[in-house]
Nanobody, 132 residues
Framework: QVHLVESGGGLVAPGGSLRLSCAAS????????IGWFRQAPGKDREGVSC??????????WYHNSVKGRFIISADNAKKTVYLQMNSLVPEDTALYYC???????????????????????WGRGTQVTVSS
């Protein structure tokens, strides 16, 4: 019932920034946990960052590889999750997609979802390429 659409990907030079958006639509979106994942050729899927859309407690989680560089945020009014990506490096090159497990609504479950997701809805992804 939840539809996710990513946008904002593109080609950026090393050191640059990019802002990804994940727009959610459908029913029962309150307190939804949404995560950003990425898949690079020849590499396993990786949880990048996740957040709860609960306005009081988003409980954001970041993979160690992006801590200090990426910032995740949620706009509940717009039902959109953003991923601000700064200081991009070539290793960040991947297909980025957002996903959710609609059965999870407790912010305390954010980290677990990001590390070991059991998502049941995801977008088609947006390509991020970091190259000079």
């Amino acid at each position: 019932q939840v539809h996710l659409v990513e946008s904002g990907g593109g080609l950026v030079a090393p050191g640059g920034s990019l802002r990804l958006s994940c727009a959610a639509s459908g029913d029962k979106l309150d307190d939804l946990i949404i995560g950003w994942f990425r898949q690079a050729p020849g590499k396993d899927r990786e949880g990048v960052s996740c957040i709860s859309m609960n306005e009081e407690d988003g409980s954001p989680w970041y993979h160690n590889s992006v801590k200090g560089r990426f910032i995740i945020s949620a706009d509940n009014a717009k039902k959109t999750v953003y991923l601000q990506m700064n200081s991009l490096v070539p290793e960040d090159t991947a297909l980025y997609y957002c996903a959710t497990d609609t059965t999870l609504r407790d912010p305390r479950l954010v980290a677990g979802f990001c590390v070991k997701p059991g998502y049941n809805s995801w977008g088609r992804g947006t390509q991020v390429t970091v190259s000079s």
